[in-house]
């Protein structure tokens, strides 16, 4: 079935560094990822997203790699600010619904 | 502002008691979604609606009940609340399946 999971629940980054956020997938016919960012007291925010047919989308200080070989994703996040302090989720689609990974927690070290 | 918006955003309820939260959109989105969020579990999918008048069974469905009457409306009712249903609810909506979720910010429940 399908799973969605977290290598790290916690990770801590000094500021000023690169964060990589990692996440494996167990489904190989899932063809849609998002990261998603949630901050204390709020609900889930969109970040990123990429489809199965590309293994890179860069944003704004985000970038999404996709390894289908190893049904692996990660987020990196450059020049962590303390504003990135949050949980970041991993999720991919299944038929009419997005499953989610458990999520990790990135702290920021001044 | 568009967007989704939850009512209540916190209750405590007896076991035993029921109640209703609501959700609501503005975007004229077809898809929509309650999830519950419990520390260390991420989040869970109880119920979702691929449109109004359609509603289907997400991981976690046991304990609740949900209607879409209205396209913008996604109700999640639960008949006789228990500790277990304890949780942060979130509703999220979107226009296409699995595509971008806009998630409302949230209801604290807490059942004693």
């Known amino acids: 079935g399908e799973s969605v999971g977290l290598h790290l629940p916690t990770l801590s980054v000094q500021e000023g560094d690169n964060s990589i956020i990692n996440c494996a997938y167990s489904n190989s016919a899932s063809d849609y990822f998002i990261w998603y960012k949630q901050e204390s007291g709020k609900g889930p925010q969109f970040i990123i997203d990429?489809?199965?047919?590309?293994d890179k989308r860069q944003g704004q200080r985000v970038t999404v790699l996709l390894n289908k070989t190893v049904k692996h994703l990660s987020l990196q996040i450059a020049a962590t600010q303390p504003g990135d302090s949050a949980v970041y989720f991993c999720?991919?689609?299944?038929?009419?619904?997005?499953?989610f990974g458990k999520g990790t927690r990135l702290h920021i070290l001044p | 502002n568009a967007g989704v918006t939850q009512t209540p955003k916190f209750r405590v309820l007896k076991t035993g008691q029921s109640m209703t939260l609501l959700c609501a959109q503005d975007?004229?989105?077809?898809?929509m979604y309650w999830y519950r969020q419990d520390p260390g579990m991420g989040l869970r999918l109880i119920h979702y609606?691929?449109?109004?008048?359609?509603?289907a069974k997400g991981e976690v469905p046991d304990g609740y009940n949900v209607s879409r009457l209205k396209k913008q409306n996604f109700l999640l009712g639960l008949e006789s609340a228990a500790p277990s249903q304890t949780s942060v609810y979130f509703c999220?909506?979107?226009?296409?399946?699995?595509?971008?979720?806009?998630f409302g910010s949230g209801t604290r429940l807490t059942v004693v």
């Open positions: 975007m004229n989105h077809e898809y």
């Open positions: 999220a909506s979107s226009y296409l399946s699995g595509g971008g979720y806009t």
């Open positions: 609606s691929v449109g109004e008048g359609t509603t």
């Open positions: 999720a991919e689609k299944g038929d009419d619904k997005i499953i």
């Open positions: 990429i489809r199965s047919n590309m």
